[in-house]
Nanobody
């Protein structure tokens, strides 16, 4: 049973640089795709950044050059370093994970920022930029 617990959110000023963490546990396979999503009030959940088991990354255009996704394999911790925050970055940020072979079977292998390719989600952490 995969568990994902996010932390590091809060209220920040525009231009700030918080770092989100996601502690993952319960992984039963060797290779997982992991990602950060966000959901602003009244909007759908959108992919922000993703990283595969070979550390290949994908970013949404809206955050490219400002956000950096990384992971620490020994502790199964996922990070999102956010720089130059803008008010439009305000959202609940979610961590997601899915075994890569399952994503490939379901034809999501080439869609790292598609939320439908993930079945394991954290509870989310609020980031408010003012």
């Amino acid at each position: 049973h995969v568990q994902l617990v996010e932390s590091g959110g809060g209220s920040v000023q525009a231009g700030g640089s918080p770092k989100l963490s996601c502690a993952a546990s319960g992984f039963t396979y060797d290779r997982y795709q992991m990602a950060w999503f966000r959901q602003a009030p009244g909007k759908g959940r959108e992919g922000v950044a993703s990283i595969d088991s070979d550390a290949r990354t994908t970013y949404a255009e809206t955050v490219k050059g400002r956000f950096t996704i990384s992971k620490d394999n020994p502790t199964n911790t996922l990070y999102l370093q956010m720089n130059s925050l803008k008010p439009e970055d305000t959202a609940v940020y979610y961590c997601a994970a899915e075994p890569e072979f399952l994503r490939a079977l379901r034809d999501y292998g080439s869609k790292p920022l598609n939320k439908d390719g993930y079945n394991n989600w954290g509870q989310g952490t609020q980031v408010t930029v003012s």
